[in-house]
């Protein structure tokens, strides 16, 4: 379920429970710049296959 989040619990997240940042702009734009560490899975090809990257037990933060 969907939540938002503030960039203090963003923090939070990524140094205390190992938070994956994932990226939803196409390529293009997120070669253009991004979070440090943030992976680039696209929205439009964001599937079960493409999110088979991330790592179940630790949290997802997608922006």
């Known amino acids: 379920m969907p ?3 503030t960039r203090d619990e963003l923090q939070r997240l990524v140094h205390e429970e190992d938070a994956q940042v994932v990226d939803v702009l196409p390529a293009r734009e997120y070669a253009e710049g991004h979070l ?3 992976v ?8 079960r296959d493409t999110a088979a990257v991330l ?3 630790r ?3 997608m922006y």
Do not use: E, H
Request: proline share 15%; no cysteine; aromatic share 0%.
């Open 3 to 5: 939540t938002a989040i």
């Open 36 to 38: 440090p560490g943030a």
């Open 40 to 47: 680039n899975l696209p929205l439009k090809k964001l599937d």
């Open 55 to 57: 790592d179940r037990a």
């Open 59 to 61: 949290p997802v933060v």
